[in-house]
């Protein structure tokens, strides 16, 4: 099976734009989490979503959003870039079910490194 | 009680040594602790998990061991290798609905094995 893909690997941003990064999960995966990577606050939740739903949302600020397709692709949005927001943006997959629950293993993509200037 | 603490922050090992890594916790309710590799430019990858209901995990030269009482759980990973030169990350993960797709993860640790 293929692994998780981001794009675009890599987005340099000026302050006050927004931002869309786009995951795919490993094929059957319905589960998609978002995390934020810096060398300060280390590896951070942001949300995940499941059929088409966010389930379950980290500590961030509103401007950093998502949605699933039905294809359990997941995009994550950020509005209004903030310097702080340069980071690695990390997605994984699992095979979590719809009950969620009892944890299964989450497998990383290689990540959208964003910087802002 | 959300808190993973990872120590140490850097390790440096002989070629051949034992690298360990050590994770506390505090949250009762966390079921679920992976353990992940990172190398430069990569995302982490699932290296070894264990649930509360064992005491050891060893996949290969990597094993876990878990301390329920103590809410503690390491990492060692045996005949250490150059190869083995990555950051180290513990994660925890627990039950119900405001936990669902949430990994918790400690700070990290830089290994280094020297040849």
């Known amino acids: 099976k293929a692994g998780v893909t981001q794009t675009p690997r890599y987005l340099i941003k000026t302050r006050g734009q927004q931002v869309t990064l786009s995951c795919s999960p490993i094929?059957?995966?319905?589960?998609v989490s978002w995390y934020q990577q810096t060398p300060g606050q280390g590896l951070q939740f942001l949300f995940e979503y499941f059929s088409e739903t966010q389930r379950n949302k980290g500590n961030f600020p509103g401007r950093f959003s998502g949605r699933q397709f039905s294809n359990s692709r997941s995009e994550m949005n950020v509005s209004t870039l903030e310097l702080g927001d340069s980071a690695l943006y990390l997605c994984?997959?699992?095979?979590?079910?719809?009950?969620?629950?009892?944890?299964?293993?989450?497998?990383f993509g290689p990540g959208t490194r964003l910087t802002v200037l | 009680q959300q808190q993973v603490k990872q120590s140490p922050q850097s390790l440096i090992v002989q070629k051949g040594g034992i690298s360990i890594i050590n994770c506390a916790y505090e949250n009762t309710a966390f079921d679920y602790f992976p353990w992940y590799q990172q190398f430069p430019g990569k995302g982490p990858a699932l290296l070894i998990a264990i649930r509360p209901d064992v005491s050891e995990k060893k996949e290969g030269r990597f094993t876990i061991s878990f301390n329920k009482s103590a809410k503690q759980f390491s990492l060692h990973i045996m005949d250490s290798q150059p190869g083995d030169s990555a950051t180290y990350f513990c994660?925890?993960?627990?039950?119900?609905?405001?936990?669902?797709?949430?990994?918790?993860f400690g700070q990290g640790t830089t290994l280094q094995v020297k040849p």
């Open positions: 994984a997959s699992s095979s979590a079910g719809r009950r969620g629950g009892k944890n299964n293993e989450q497998f």
């Open positions: 094929s059957g995966h319905r589960s």
């Open positions: 994660a925890a993960s627990g039950k119900g609905s405001s936990n669902t797709g949430k990994l918790i």
